[in-house]
């Protein structure tokens, strides 16, 4: 209780004051109420930079989910070397992200990253990936799908779980592969997606890293996520009060998309005690 509340509890409402007054860190705060709020959204980057964030999570979080769960699948299969390419798909992920932005950052650059001496060599020329503002936010949301390992192993143990009576059953009353999929596979998986689809929610509206180090939230605020335009307020500009604010209006948003995600997915989510007192 005592680290609860002088590491959380005590900070979560220190930032809530602050967000309430405008302080520059070197001088006391003043209170301005709702002042800080009504500037964010009255200000085009602030804007720009939700939208960003949204854009980056609804392209990323779905197709990283659909690869993380095929590729789970295949390794639960008896495949040759199974363990291995375990491995190497969760290599990735205990590299650091400050490492994996500047191999990147190699990767995409214009005039000797690997994929544009690629596409060279095929005779195309290829675009400036993080250097063009139409090609920057897919650079880095491409990027992304390179650490799916941790999904991986995160839906292979979900699967080990899954009873093999079940699917041996269905066999035997000749379901196929995809309706054994459907009504066996994904219903004892749903929790776990679920959780899954939280997390990278969460974590996709909380995106930093790359953008700081590979773009600085360009060209043109194409890349400025949500996470950054925070930092650069409370450490840039020195705006320690809208920094608070715009970190509470993520909290909020947060908020309100895991409680939209738990009220929609209720019905479709099967817990493996659901109706265990009526058995």
Same mark, same amino acid.
């Given at each position: 209780?005592?680290?609860?509340?002088?590491?959380?509890?005590? +900070?979560?409402?220190?930032?809530?004051?602050?967000?309430?007054?405008?302080?520059?860190?070197?001088?006391?705060?003043?209170?301005?109420?709702?002042?800080?709020?009504?500037?964010?959204?009255?200000?085009?980057?602030?804007?720009?930079?939700?939208?960003?964030?949204?854009?980056?999570? =609804?392209?990323?979080?779905?197709?990283?989910?659909?690869?993380?769960?095929?590729?789970?699948?295949?390794?639960?299969?008896?495949?040759?070397? #199974? *363990?291995?390419?375990?491995?190497?798909?969760?290599? +990735?992920?205990?590299?650091?992200?400050? #490492?994996?932005?500047?191999?990147?950052?190699?990767?995409?650059?214009?005039?000797?990253?690997?994929?544009?001496?690629?596409? *060279?060599?095929?005779?195309?020329?290829?675009?400036?990936?993080?250097?063009?503002?139409?090609?920057?936010?897919?650079?880095?949301?491409?990027?992304?799908?390179?650490?799916?390992?941790?999904?991986?192993?995160?839906?292979?143990?979900?699967?080990? /779980?899954?009873?093999?009576?079940?699917?041996?059953?269905?066999?035997?009353?000749?379901?196929?592969?995809?309706?054994?999929?459907?009504?066996? /596979?994904?219903?004892?998986?749903?929790?776990?997606?679920?959780?899954?689809?939280?997390?990278?929610?969460?974590?996709?509206?909380? /995106?930093? /890293?790359?953008?700081?180090?590979?773009? *600085?939230?360009?060209?043109?605020?194409?890349?400025?996520?949500? #996470?950054?335009?925070?930092?650069?307020?409370?450490?840039?500009?020195?705006?320690?009060?809208? =920094?608070?604010?715009?970190?509470?209006?993520?909290?909020?948003?947060?908020?309100?998309?895991?409680?939209?995600?738990?009220?929609?997915? #209720?019905?479709?989510?099967?817990?493996?005690?659901?109706?265990?007192?009526?058995?």
């Amino acid at each position: 209780m005592i680290g609860f509340v002088m590491l959380t509890l005590l +900070p979560l409402l220190g930032s809530l004051y602050i967000s309430f007054t405008e302080w520059k860190i070197i001088s006391d705060p003043i209170w301005v109420g709702l002042d800080n709020y009504k500037d964010l959204f009255s200000d085009p980057i602030f804007l720009k930079s939700l939208k960003v964030t949204f854009t980056y999570c =609804a392209f990323t979080i779905p197709i990283s989910m659909i690869l993380s769960f095929s590729l789970a699948m295949l390794l639960n299969s008896d495949l040759p070397y #199974a *363990s291995l390419l375990r491995t190497i798909y969760y290599l +990735p992920c205990v590299i650091s992200s400050v #490492a994996s932005s500047l191999l990147w950052s190699w990767i995409f650059n214009y005039r000797f990253g690997a994929i544009n001496q690629f596409l *060279s060599s095929l005779g195309i020329e290829g675009p400036d990936w993080i250097g063009d503002e139409r090609w920057a936010l897919i650079s880095l949301s491409i990027m992304s799908l390179w650490g799916l390992g941790g999904g991986i192993i995160f839906y292979l143990a979900g699967l080990q /779980t899954v009873p093999r009576h079940l699917h041996e059953a269905a066999k035997i009353a000749g379901a196929g592969w995809w309706r054994r999929l459907f009504t066996i /596979t994904l219903p004892s998986m749903s929790p776990i997606l679920l959780f899954s689809l939280l997390t990278n929610i969460i974590g996709g509206l909380q /995106t930093f /890293t790359s953008s700081y180090l590979m773009t *600085s939230g360009g060209p043109n605020y194409s890349t400025m996520f949500y #996470a950054l335009y925070l930092y650069n307020n409370a450490f840039k500009y020195h705006k320690i009060g809208k =920094a608070c604010a715009m970190a509470w209006i993520l909290f909020i948003i947060i908020m309100i998309l895991s409680a939209l995600v738990m009220k929609v997915s #209720a019905p479709m989510v099967y817990y493996e005690n659901d109706g265990g007192e009526d058995d």
